[in-house]
């Protein structure tokens, strides 16, 4: 049995790819972090995210650290935007 914070975590993660690319927008949400589909339909299930992935999910949608951890406070850190279309596996470079 899943507990209480994955279920509440899964269902942020879906809150997330509705509010960003709709109903059927798993694909979408996968392609922009660069997984396949059915990993990320895997995590709106419940199953277990690294913290890179945790990491790369809130980087790349604004989500708001406190919310998608805990559910408290507005969802997103800065306003809702759409995701950055780098690649988030090689973040730009400082200059």
Known sequence: MKSKKVIDLARRLREIREDLYGEDGARDMADLLGIPVRTWTNYEAGVSMSAEMILRVMLITGA????????????YSTSRRRPQTEDPRHPPRAT
């Open 64 to 75: 708001s650290p406190r919310w998608f951890l805990e559910g408290e406070g507005p969802p």
